[in-house]
């Protein structure tokens, strides 16, 4: 099993940062590739970025890009999700999850459904 715990949400006039902190523990961190995902009220859960398991390789939706920045430290077990230039649009429950590096990456850092743990949330709410 492996337990991950967001942290770092609030609320924040649009235009402001915040960074998501996931920090994880249970098994080695290293073995999983790591995603944030976001959901927001009435809408599906959606992909904002993943990052593999060395950290060699980032993705992002698309209108995320070029705003939020995902990385990792393998050795202090914790993902971040760097998150510039907020607009209203961003409000939602923030999660983090990791799926099992034997899965390939391009097949499953998009998909929810590929991956095997995830927290309970953290909430970033966006004002105008």
């Known amino acids: 099993q492996v337990q991950l715990q967001e942290s770092g949400g609030g609320l924040l006039q649009a235009g402001g940062s915040l960074r998501l902190s996931c920090a994880a523990s249970?098994?080695?961190?290293?073995?999983?590739?790591m995603g944030w995902f976001r959901q927001a009220p009435g809408k599906e859960r959606e992909f904002v970025a993943a990052?593999?398991?060395?950290?060699?390789?980032?993705s992002y939706r698309d209108s995320v890009k070029g705003r939020f920045t995902i990385s990792r430290d393998n050795a202090k077990n914790t993902v971040y999700l760097q998150m510039n230039s907020l607009n209203p649009e961003d409000t939602a429950v923030y999660y983090c999850?990791?799926?099992?590096?034997?899965?390939?990456?391009?097949?499953?850092?998009?998909?929810?459904?590929?991956?095997?743990?995830w927290g309970q949330g953290t909430q970033v709410t966006v004002s105008s």
């Open positions: 999850a990791a799926a099992d590096r034997a899965k390939p990456y391009s097949l499953t850092y998009y998909s929810d459904s590929r991956y095997d743990y």
């Open positions: 990052v593999s398991w060395s950290g060699g390789t980032t």
């Open positions: 249970g098994r080695t961190f290293s073995n999983y590739h």
